[in-house]
Nanobody, 128 residues
Framework: QVLVVENGGDVVQAGGSLRLSCTIS????????VGWFRQVPGKEREGVGC????????DYADYAKGRFTISRDNNKATSYLQMNFLHSGDTAMYYC?????????????????????WGRGTQVTVSS
């Protein structure tokens, strides 16, 4: 059974930083690329970015470039989302997901539909 667990969500002041983690068990972690997503109630889920199987490639949504960093530690079967300079617009439930499709050739995230395993999310609230 595959288990995806996000942690690290919290209430943080605008301008602050937060690091989320995503630990995945039940599969061979380094065979999967990892994507991060977020969703606000009443809105569609949107991609934050992704990291390739070997951590060599990352790709980000425009709003995340320069502020967010995605990484992974295959020895710990864990991916991280470092978020800096947070503002109220970053308030959302954050999810991670695993996809068997590789991003090494295209050097960009696969579509949301290609992610097979999803976590239940962790809430990030940015207070102004």
């Amino acid at each position: 059974q595959v288990l995806v667990v996000e942690n690290g969500g919290d209430v943080v002041q605008a301008g602050g930083s937060l690091r989320l983690s995503c630990t995945i068990s039940g599969l061979k972690f380094d065979d999967y690329s990892v994507g991060w997503f977020r969703q606000v109630p009443g809105k569609e889920r949107e991609g934050v970015g992704c990291v390739s199987r070997n951590a060599a490639i990352t790709d980000y949504a425009d709003y995340a470039k320069g502020r967010f960093t995605i990484s992974r530690d295959n020895n710990k079967a864990t991916s991280y989302l470092q978020m800096n300079f947070l503002h109220s617009g970053d308030t959302a439930m954050y999810y991670c997901a695993a996809a068997s499709a590789s991003i090494l050739l295209a050097k960009r995230c696969v579509t949301e539909a290609e992610y097979t395993y999803w976590g239940r999310g962790t809430q990030v609230t940015v207070s102004s």
